[in-house]
C-alpha cells in the first residue's frame, strides 16, 4: 500500500483535489498513461524528470517533494541507480541545494560510494567537470580501500579535472594519484601514467617524469600501443636533458627514433640536434636552423630553443634569416598564448630570447621586449621567467627609461606578494 506521505501519496492527493484524470494529467506532462498508471500503483518510481513536470502542473511544494523522494529511496530497496540519477539530476537542473543532503544520505547508510562515483562520472562526461569534482572528493574521503578503483580512478578524474586549468592543483593530483594508479581501470592506465608524466614535466619533476614514464613505457609495449611508447620516451628524453644526462636523453631519442611510425622519426632528428647542442655541440645550431627550415610547418615548437641558441651562441648573421622564415611560426606561438602552460613557456622563453638579441645589437627595443616578457610571464604565474626578464632589464639599466624601470620595480614587488 502506498503512504499518503510519500512523492506518490502527494500526488494523488493533489489530483483528487484538481479533479484532473490520469489520463488528462498524464497529456499535461507528456508522458504515457501506462508509465503514469505504473508510477502511481507503486510499481515503478517516479522518474525525476516526471516529478519535475508534476510539481509543475499540480502546484506541489518542490522541497517537500524531493525530501519525500529520498524519504522513499531510504524505505524501498535503496537502488544505487536511483540514488545517482538523483545527484545527477540535482546538479543538471541546478538543483544544487538538494545535493549535499542526498550526498549525505548515500555516504551515511554505507555501501553507495560506487553510486557517488557514478554520479560524479556521468557529470564528468557530460562535461560538467567542476561540478563533478564534489563527488570524487567523497569518495576520496570516505573509501578506506588503497587498492579501491573508484579511489583510483576518482585521484585521476581530479588530476583531469585540474590540468587544463590549475598547475599547482594538478602537481598535488599528480602526486596523490602516483600511489593509486596501479589500480585505475585498465582502459584508462595508459593514458593515467601519461596525464602524471604531463604534468610532472610541466612542473620541471624530472625524475618523476622517467619514472612513470619507464611505467608507462612497459605497459604501452605490453599493449602494443606505440604511441604511448613513443610520447613517453620524448618527455622522458626531455627530462634527461634538463638533468644534463645527455647520453640517457640520446638513448630515449633512439629508442622512439626507432618505432615505426613516421612522426616519431621526424621528432628523433630534431630532438637528437637540440640535445647535441644543449650538450655544447654548437657546430649542430646551423644544422637545427636548416631543419627547421626543411620542416617548417612542424618545427613552430622548436622556435624558442633555435633563437636562444642562435643568441646564446652569437650566431647573428643566421637571426635575420631565422625572423625572415618563420614569421608564420612566430605568430603561431604567439597566438597560444594563454592556451596551455607549456605554449606559456615556450612564448616567454621565445620573447627572453629576442630581447637578449635586440640587447646585444644596441637596440633599445630589447628593453621593451623584455619588460613584455617579463609581464606575460607575470601574468601566467611563471615567476622565474618574470624574474629572468626583470633582470635582463635592470641589467642594461643605461638602456632603460625611467618608466620602464619603475614597471620593472612594480613588477617585483607583485612577484614578492
Not at 557514478?118 to 561540478?131: N, P, R, S, T, V
Request: proline share 1%; with cysteine.
Amino acid at each position: 500500500m502506498i503512504s499518503t506521505y510519500s512523492v506518490v501519496g502527494l500526488i494523488t492527493e493533489a489530483l483528487k483535489k484538481s479533479g484532473q484524470k490520469q489520463t488528462q494529467f498524464a497529456k499535461e506532462i507528456d508522458a504515457s498513461p501506462s508509465l503514469v498508471s505504473r508510477v502511481l500503483r507503486g510499481e515503478k518510481p517516479i522518474p525525476l524528470t516526471m516529478l519535475d513536470k508534476a510539481i509543475t502542473a499540480l502546484s506541489l511544494n518542490e522541497s517537500e517533494c524531493y525530501f519525500l523522494y529520498l524519504e522513499d529511496w531510504k524505505a524501498q530497496k535503496k537502488d544505487s541507480r536511483m540514488i545517482e540519477n538523483y545527484l545527477v539530476h540535482c546538479v543538471e537542473s541546478q538543483k544544487n541545494h538538494y545535493v549535499e543532503n542526498a550526498l549525505m544520505i548515500a555516504l551515511d547508510h554505507g555501501g553507495y560510494l560506487s553510486a557517488v562515483y557514478g554520479a560524479g562520472e556521468k557529470l564528468f562526461q557530460k562535461d560538467h567537470k567542476a561540478a563533478s569534482l564534489e563527488f570524487f572528493d567523497a569518495v576520496i574521503g570516505h573509501e578506506r580501500d588503497k587498492k579501491s578503483s573508484l579511489l583510483a580512478m576518482s585521484y585521476y578524474r581530479r588530476l583531469l579535472i585540474f590540468y587544463e586549468s590549475d598547475i599547482e592543483k594538478s602537481e598535488e593530483a599528480a602526486l596523490q594519484l602516483c600511489e593509486h594508479v596501479d589500480y585505475v581501470w585498465d582502459a584508462e592506465i595508459l593514458e593515467a601514467h601519461y596525464k602524471i608524466i604531463a604534468t610532472f614535466r610541466l612542473k620541471q619533476k624530472w625524475d618523476y617524469v622517467i619514472r612513470y614514464g619507464e611505467k608507462l613505457v612497459k605497459l604501452a609495449h605490453f599493449s602494443n600501443e606505440l604511441e604511448y611508447v613513443g610520447d613517453a620516451l620524448i618527455r622522458m628524453s626531455i627530462a634527461a636533458r634538463e638533468k644534463k644526462d645527455y647520453e640517457l636523453s640520446l638513448r630515449y631519442i633512439d629508442e622512439y627514433g626507432s618505432i615505426p611510425i613516421e612522426k616519431y622519426q621526424f621528432f628523433s632528428k630534431g630532438n637528437r640536434l637540440v640535445t647535441l647542442i644543449t650538450a655544447g655541440d654548437t657546430d649542430r645550431v646551423n644544422e637545427l636552423l636548416q631543419f627547421a627550415i626543411q620542416n617548417k610547418k612542424r618545427c613552430f615548437e622548436l622556435m624558442e630553443f633555435l633563437l636562444d641558441s642562435l643568441v646564446k651562441h652569437e650566431k647573428m648573421d643566421l637571426i635575420e634569416l631565422f625572423f625572415q622564415e618563420f614569421p608564420e611560426q612566430i605568430r603561431q606561438l604567439e597566438s597560444m598564448k594563454g592556451q596551455h602552460s607549456i605554449y606559456d613557456r615556450h612564448l616567454v622563453n621565445f620573447l627572453y630570447a629576442k630581447a637578449l638579441y635586440y640587447i646585444k645589437q644596441g637596440d633599445y627595443q630589447g628593453v621593451e621586449t623584455a619588460l613584455h616578457s617579463a609581464e606575460v610571464a607575470a601574468k601566467l604565474r611563471l615567476d622565474k621567467q618574470a624574474i629572468q626578464s626583470v633582470k635582463l632589464v635592470l641589467e642594461n639599466v643605461k638602456m632603460t627609461t625611467p618608466d620602464q624601470y619603475q614597471k620593472c620595480l612594480e613588477l617585483l614587488q607583485r612577484l614578492a606578494s
